[in-house]
């Protein structure tokens, strides 16, 4: 059976691990080196591992166990008739195609853009790295967990870091767990400009509706943007990302998508931690055996600086402090989703109670 997954990230190399050997299975990668783990690209950035470091596994580790790895290969076209998978280089005939091409970053749409970097690959992390070296300080533009694991982390390297943030809040979490990340994040060096608005930008600094901010190093990290153009020009089905049902099947047969591409109830989960638990249950499907996966439980563990954040289940309901650290959310009487600071350690065993309906203590 062919097995042709289209990206190399978190999901495509996960599928790869587990069904080679099962499997003939060949990865088709548009960047130009093997799998490297984009969580990671703060901690390079700041000097806290080596680029080595973010490399789990050699081009001999493929080869090892029987992947066929493209490099600099663009997908361009599935020819769902033919079963064939169009690229610039050949055509690759395939049984079952796996999507898993994620996202990029979002871009400002602000005048003086192009005076921002955004962070989503290991050159963007290179560039950023170069220039904050040379600057000493850097400004980011976003509340959301790239952000803060971006501005934690140079923070603690000792650099000066400014976080601009239209909204009120930060992760989409109420008032009180976002003051909380908040005070951790200043005590770590951040210095935060919340409800405030970029409006243009120019090579020394940053303009909003609430003064000039200075600062020749800018980063955009508000989101993502699925990789769907493979499956638009190919005629499957997309909304926001590429829309897939509870299995994984997009609208073309024998065709799949996994991570950050993919949609499903209008929702697009963009974590590796999501992408991989995508992989897993996709692996158990393609073998034939029963599986799913919850689309609707998130689950999501970040590091800040020093100070750990997990997001579990549904926390957009009113939430009650369980101890100063854990503030747990209900819908009734049940409790569906959690958020626990500092020691995130307690966070697997709330988990793990959530998804049983089992009551917390």
């Known amino acids: 059976m062919e097995l042709v997954i289209v990206g190399n990230g978190p999901g495509g190399v996960e599928l790869a691990k587990r069904l080679a050997g099962e499997f003939d299975v060949t ?13 990671l690209l703060s901690h390079y950035i700041a000097g806290f591992i ?34 064939v998978l169009v690229t610039d280089k050949d055509e690759i005939p395939y049984d079952t195609l796996v999507i ?3 996202a990029r970053a979002r871009e400002p749409s602000i005048p003086g853009k192009e005076h921002i970097l955004t962070l989503r690959t290991l050159n963007d992390a290179k560039l950023i790295k170069e220039r904050l070296e040379e600057e000493g300080e850097i400004t980011i533009l976003g509340g959301g967990f790239i952000s803060l694991e971006l501005a934690g982390n140079l923070a603690k390297a ?11 809040t930060l992760l989409g979490l109420d008032g009180d767990l976002s003051e909380r990340i908040r005070v951790e994040l200043e005590g770590a060096g951040v210095e935060f400009h919340l409800e405030t608005n970029a409006l243009w930008a120019d090579e020394e600094g940053l303009k909003t509706d609430k003064g000039y901010i200075q600062g020749r190093l800018k980063v955009c990290a508000f989101g993502i943007v699925p990789n769907r153009e ?21 609208s073309a047969r024998d065709v799949y998508a996994i991570g950050d591409c993919a949609e499903h109830g ?29 689309f ?34 209900y819908e009734g009487e049940r409790p569906v989703g959690v958020v626990v600071l500092g020691n995130t350690q307690k966070a697997f065993r709330i988990e793990k109670a959530i998804k049983e309906g089992l009551p917390i203590d």
Do not use: C, M
């Open 27 to 39: 990865v088709v990668e548009k960047e130009n080196i093997p799998h490297y783990s984009k969580p």
């Open 50 to 83: 080596p680029e080595e470091k973010l490399f789990p596994y050699s081009r001999e580790w493929y080869e090892e166990r029987g992947i066929n790895l493209l490099l600099g290969t663009e997908a361009r076209l599935i020819d769902k008739s033919r079963k």
């Open 100 to 102: 898993a091409t994620g």
């Open 158 to 168: 000792g650099y000066t870091v400014r976080v601009i943030h239209r909204g009120k």
């Open 230 to 250: 493979l499956a638009v020009k190919s005629g499957i089905h997309a909304g926001r990302g590429i829309l897939i049902d509870d299995r994984f099947r997009t």
């Open 266 to 294: 209008g929702v697009v989960r963009g974590t590796a931690k999501a992408a991989v638990e995508q992989a897993k249950v996709l692996a158990n499907l393609l073998r034939g055996a029963d599986d799913r996966y919850d």
């Open 296 to 329: 609707s439980f998130r689950s999501a563990f970040f590091k800040f600086a020093d100070f750990g954040v997990a997001i579990i289940g549904r926390t957009g309901s009113a939430g009650s402090w369980l101890d100063e650290d854990v503030k747990i959310f």
